[in-house]
């Protein structure tokens, strides 16, 4: 059981790129949310989902996008990196419940 | 969902109990409490939850004040591998999924 996995694990893009976070979970979890994490900080969320097909936007969603057309994936995009958005990301699920979240390992994105 | 306030830090002896404070004065009544730990560069791992009786597994205790007002965590025989950012979020269990993440306590375990 691998649980959610995060690719890639680093990345450092030049600004005005764009790039794909990729996030699967093997475990039939309806919720799926993104977060980052800067420097000595807690997280927050970015774009949440509760289903196929269903997306919302979370507390900072500015700068990225997401779709979520299988149960099983949820990919954040970034149109077009800034170095404002150079972070370590999280991707988690859960089920309908939201009794427990699991976390992906992150990916640490660098924007230069 | 509740406001929470923790310690910034604290240090804790190796084998000794760790207890972890957590204020949320205006839960509601149908508010859960939530603890999650993230120990360095890994993602935010789930400890343990409660509504207002005390809980106990595996890896910690958690005890709710009777008014429900505050929590305490409690690791029994905390290991250096405790050393972690402890996350004390109170929410609804409601249909959408969110979690609010604080600031945490920093709870280092010495030997």
């Known amino acids: 059981n691998a649980g959610v996995t995060q690719t890639p694990k680093f990345q450092v893009l030049k600004t005005g790129q764009s790039m794909t976070l990729q996030c699967a979970q093997d475990m039939n979890h309806e919720y799926m949310s993104w977060y980052r994490q800067d420097p000595g900080m807690g997280l927050r969320l970015i774009h949440y989902s509760v289903g196929a097909g269903i997306t919302d936007q979370g507390e900072v969603p500015n700068g990225y996008n997401v779709s979520r057309s299988t149960t099983e994936d949820f990919p954040l995009r970034l149109l077009s990196a800034a170095p404002s958005q150079t972070s370590v990301y999280f991707c988690?699920?859960?089920?309908?419940?939201?009794?427990?979240?699991?976390f992906g390992q992150g990916t640490r994105l660098t924007v230069v | 969902d509740a406001k929470t306030t923790q310690p910034t830090s604290m240090d804790c002896a190796e084998g000794r109990a760790a207890n972890l404070p957590c204020n949320h004065s205006?839960?509601?009544?149908?508010?859960?409490v939530y603890w999650y730990r993230q120990i360095h560069s890994q993602g935010p791992q789930y400890i343990i939850h409660?509504?207002?009786n005390n809980e106990t597994n595996e890896m910690a205790s958690l005890i709710i004040t009777e008014d429900r007002k505050s929590s305490t965590l409690i690791l029994p025989h905390a290991t250096l591998r405790d050393t972690a950012v402890y996350y004390c979020?109170?929410?609804?269990?409601?249909?959408?999924?969110?979690?609010?993440f604080g600031a945490g306590t920093t709870v280092t375990v010495r030997a």
């Open positions: 409660g509504l207002k």
């Open positions: 988690a699920s859960s089920t309908r419940t939201g009794l427990e979240a699991f």
């Open positions: 205006t839960i509601s009544g149908n508010e859960y």
């Open positions: 979020i109170v929410r609804v269990l409601s249909n959408d999924y969110k979690l609010s």
